[in-house]
């Protein structure tokens, strides 16, 4: 859970700031957006095959270029 400790002498806009990248780092938005409906196991799995192959070829490209 994303929590932020406020001092005395700091903003609220500061204090405000600080807990959104809080809950950015923690990816607490990115994992409410997936979970606001529901995702059939064949469409998850999908995705995950989109992603892993997103990755690998990110990965060779990256490796093409190093050489």
Known sequence: ???VIVGDSE???KAMKRFKKVVEREGILSEL?????Y?????????KERA???RLLKA???KRVAL
Do not use: D, G, N, V
């Open 33 to 37: 957006k997936r979970r606001e409906f």
């Open 1 to 3: 859970m994303a929590t």
């Open 60 to 62: 060779m490209k990256k």
């Open 39 to 47: 995702e059939k196991p064949s469409q998850k799995k999908k995705r």
């Open 11 to 13: 903003s609220f806009e």
């Open 52 to 54: 892993a192959r997103k």
